[in-house]
């Protein structure tokens, strides 16, 4: 019998990889920085290996797996099997990612999109198991969502709604990749707040954060900047409450536009768990309407596995025989 | 045969009560000023008094309505048939409408919040038929918005989504009524662009505009505003705009969120037509990530009537015995 699923989850910087089986439980788990450099077909023949390694440590053939699900970061024609434009890696625009995969593994393929990815694992798994109107936020080099409403994902027209780091914080703020300015991904991602602490840095010199990378500017990141605010560094707890307190505005317009029970804070820079999450729930306390204030503001409780785990499960449930197939799909 | 309903759409200004037939037809239109200072139970009992003109003026009876829908402004519990808080409408918390409205006539009931009912109606019978996935925008007095997604009404878990009007727009910008500070509706709404003229009223005199309220500030509305713009008045015209920026923000960020086809735009504030719609679709246009620039914002067509029929289709709709319900309601 057919037991087990891979999951990948794509990156900017890694791509990590997890075989389960029909328990859920996680029988390998591979995390490799990506070669973005060699291009789109490069990156897939190394997802596929991954596969391989994973089934071969496991002692499997392809023949064991029911499927494959992946994210990717960014726009997914999920009928064509495309990945439309990923803005993180070079040169990946319109690639017929179905047809390379399907030349190197035959077993059934689900794309999605990476944020939407890590909020089905949140969902099924996580911190959203359980809740039917949630919210699961990705608050990582860039920040998105996936919005549940009534136990179903919600996707929008074009399938692209869920971009909640464009929403505009500040007016005439700073331009943003997207052509707007001011949008919440400026002043609350990974990137925001490591663009902050070299500002800060250069501006009145900032000694813990450039010892911590050891003089050198360009290694600053949102983890350097929450191992100085960990060590007690004042400017550095300064610059995680900043991007809290954007964060707050953001879900506090969230919870008014669309009136959620939960929302789940998964991504990288959601590690620096309380320091972030208690500065955003006073914000959300303080700025969203009396009627919308009983949303519950939680850690996400997959960590980096939330990708690709709930790549793996949607893949399963979607592309099973049915018995599986969970009623949220 | 019973063939006909009423709807009502109860305002902090005026009552406005339609009877229509089974072909939507409006058979009879009143609006009378909303007797708020008499209290929840006298303005219960002009409204019923409405509905009796309404059926007199057609040689009807109550067993002739097939149900009355009502809209009221604020805060609705559907289950309970209670107005829970109306904060435009002074003594209205916790108002057993259902009861009081039943004690004078024998028709089934159905309320709901004013804004959603003018949402049904432009989507049953305006601007927003045959759209899936659209969202409709009163902006009058307040800013609120109706959510449908893949045809069905979307209220969020506690029925208090599509609070549009109470998303921040100016991080430190006026205080609002809700406790936040820069909502929308403080920059967008009618009451904000008469604010706005009334302030420059004072700095700057103001010619046109205190020349159409005959020297009395008190009487600037929004209207004047919209008079004196269409007068040629560049201040006026100004204050418009800047309106219109402020909600094309609003708008960019719900195509970012959501991702709807199709945006319509009511309540009095919309009768400025393009000059308002204008700046909107440009700001979205610049604002919105590029793959939510589709949406398409047009004006409502129901004008003033909107509410009123929204409320009057849906009450037939849903209190029918099935054979005419609509599959989105």
Redesign the interface.
């Known amino acids: 019998m057919v037991k087990f699923t891979v999951g990948i989850d794509l990156g900017g910087t890694n791509i990590k990889a997890v075989l389960v089986d029909q328990n859920n439980e996680v029988k390998g788990y591979l995390k490799r920085a990506v070669q973005a450099e060699l291009g789109p077909r490069e990156v897939t023949r190394q997802m596929m290996g991954m596969v391989y390694t994973l089934l071969g440590e496991n002692k499997l053939v392809p023949a064991d797996l029911r499927g494959l699900g992946l994210g990717v970061p960014g726009?997914v024609d999920r009928r064509e099997e495309k990945a439309v434009f990923l803005p993180n890696l070079p040169g990946w625009h319109h690639i017929p990612l179905g047809q390379w995969i399907r030349e190197e593994l035959d077993v059934p393929l689900l794309l999605d999109n990476d944020v939407r990815m890590a909020a089905w694992g949140e969902k099924l798994l996580g911190a959203g198991r359980g809740w039917?109107?949630m919210v699961c936020i990705t608050v990582g080099t860039g920040i998105g969502a996936g919005?549940f409403?009534q136990g179903k994902m919600?996707?929008?027209?074009?399938?692209?709604?869920?971009?909640?780091g464009?929403?505009?914080?500040?007016?005439d703020g700073l331009l943003c990749t997207?052509?707007?300015?001011g949008c919440l991904e400026m002043y609350a991602s990974g990137r925001a707040i490591a663009r902050k602490a070299r500002e800060l840095v250069k501006q009145k010199g900032f000694n813990l954060i450039l010892e911590l990378v050891e003089g050198d500017e360009a290694r600053i990141t949102a983890a350097t900047v929450a191992r100085a605010a960990e060590l007690g560094d004042s400017k550095a707890q300064g610059i995680i409450e900043e991007a809290a307190r954007y964060l707050g505005?953001g879900l506090?317009?969230?919870a008014?536009?669309?009136?959620?029970?939960r929302i789940v804070i998964g991504g990288g820079v959601a590690g620096m768990g309380e320091r972030l999450l208690g500065p955003v729930r006073e914000v959300v306390q303080?700025?969203?309407?009396?009627?919308?204030r009983?949303v519950e503001i939680v850690a996400a409780q997959l960590g980096e596995l939330a990708g690709a785990l709930g790549a793996a499960l949607v893949a399963r449930c979607r592309l099973a025989d049915g018995k599986e197939k969970l009623k949220e799909i």
Chains 1, 2 share one sequence.
């Open positions: 726009l039917d109107d919005i409403l919600f996707r929008g027209h074009g399938e692209s709604a869920g971009e909640i464009h929403m505009t914080v500040e007016k997207c052509g707007n300015q505005i506090a317009n969230l008014n536009i669309l009136n959620p029970r303080a700025r969203a309407m009396p009627v919308n009983d």
